[in-house]
């Protein structure tokens, strides 16, 4: 028989309802002196059964972390409990808490008044039914490091093939896992993602339809989670979380999003709220306000080694995105116009309240490397008009070639260039106005408060592998942007044609290297990660790839490695 000490744990709700009306599912906060609490179980009688979700911990600091599980049955009595050794012989922290209906039975146990530096391990109990989870594995952090390993990843769609890059990861010696967003997405069976190649697969969305309401978002969360992969990955990594727009919907925006249509699919803001209520039930995080739990930035303090600056740059501040298409008329594009909506000053990104607490972040912290963890690419990703109206078309390699050509001549300053030439490599657009190139006023702005200081920026969204040397529009370098590549969805290699051969693509990454200013690395084909190894003499970053999403067995390779001080 054993019996567990240490807590009822006077468990503290943080407050359900934010100032604008949201209600997200609250941490349940066990401080160091709750009260004490007897708990007896025969150990030899508990099964691995009914938490059928796995575990997972989110957040950690360097003096706490949040703990999580899923129960099966509403109304039953979960005990939990924290050791220092996997054989749980002696127990640090421990505690009970109930399942309840309204969070659809997740639990989320925000342990705070932990020491620094310590790894540890976590499960939970049902006496009622003598169920036991599997042992997770979490970490507090130091609070002076000399190394931190970050394994840093987005965009996973179940429907897009096996979940082998959470493996990968899950088997690694990253220290902490770095999820940018689209955890999930929230179109239908059948959908983006989903072809003939991996329909053998049989992992088509739940529910079929797109997700709407609460239960749609549960459901295809519970999907997600019941992956093995991903559910190794939370046992044995903590994880940071930010979310992006298939967390709700497709290119969201503080108003809306292009995947929503009210008069079909009802209020968007109903819609968010259940999004959001959602997330915080599976992806618990920190809180850094008390009065708007819809507040995911936060920053996190890695042994004052790294400041990592976890922003939003998809709800609480976005204005809506530009679309291209509207400044293409009859006689041409209407470059004049596209200028003046692009740098209107009153468009945001952040929004004035999360810029001025990201720059005051930035100018306050110590730590070696400040890093912004956010969504989507920084770098300035301006590309050829020509190239762009040319995507799809049978000329589009000729183009293609064409411009590389005449690029090069113009670095190497030949002086047989023609004015209409070099006119067609420096008349260019981005060609994202979903990422920062469609809010350049933020950006500058982020850029001019660094006083000095250099950054290191992780972004995720385009399914694609980049690096980019950052630079401000005077062409004063502010670090540098390293950007993921996708768990699962499908990257720039479905824009090339259905026959796109490995040459097709070499030659495109090549291309754009050279017709992009300050864009270093680029694989448009290949699913992965980053491990990123920061230093007090330098960051190293390591793009690694997974070469088949088909077969649970696979072999990783790097791609690409960058080492920069």
Known sequence: MKTTKNTRRNFIQKTLMASGGLILAPNFISCSDDDDLQVAYDEALLTVQNFNYGVASFDPSSSGVIIWTRFNTVNVEIIWEVATESSFSSILRTGKITTEGSRDNTLSIELTELDADQKLYYRFISTTDNSISVVGETITLPT????????????????????????????????????????????????????????????????????????????????????????LAHQKKPFICVWDDHEIANDTYKEGAENHDEATEGSFEVRKQNALQAYSEFLPFSRISAD???IIYRSVNIGNLVNLILMDTRLIGRDKQLNITDYVTATGFDT??????????????????????????????????????????????????????????????????ELVTIKLRLLNNDPTLTNEEIARVTTAIPYNLDAWDGYPIDREIIYAGLNGKKIVT?????????????????????????????????????????????ELIAGFQEALIALIDGLNYFDASKRGYMMTTFTTSDVTSEWIFVDTLLSESYTTETGYTLTYS
């Open 144 to 231: 002076d490091a000399t190394q931190a390993k970050l394994a840093v990843c987005s965009c996973s769609n179940y429907q897009a093939g096996l979940f082998n890059v959470y493996d990968a990861m899950a088997n690694s010696d990253a220290d902490i896992i770095v999820h940018l967003g689209d955890y999930f997405y929230e179109y239908g069976a059948g959908g983006y993602g989903s072809t003939a190649e991996n329909a053998f697969l049989n992992r088509l969305h739940e529910p079929a339809g797109e997700i709407i309401s609460l239960e749609d978002y549960r459901t295809r969360y519970k999907q997600y989670r019941s992956d093995a992969a991903l559910q």
């Open 292 to 294: 708007d739990n819809s």
């Open 336 to 401: 004049a116009a596209f200028q003046t909506a692009l740098t209107d000053p009153s468009r945001s990104i952040l929004g004035v309240t999360q810029r001025d607490w990201v720059l005051s972040e930035l100018n306050s912290s110590a730590a070696k490397w400040q890093v912004l963890g956010q969504q989507v690419l920084m770098g300035q990703m301006y590309i050829p008009i020509e190239l762009l109206t040319s995507f799809g078309l049978p000329e589009f390699g000729t183009i293609l070639t």
């Open 458 to 502: 992780f972004a995720g969204d385009t399914h694609n592998a980049w690096q980019n040397t950052l630079k401000a529009q005077n062409g004063t370098e502010v670090g540098i942007e390293l950007a993921t590549s996708s768990i699962s969805s499908p990257g720039f290699e479905t824009y090339l044609g259905a026959n796109s051969s490995p």
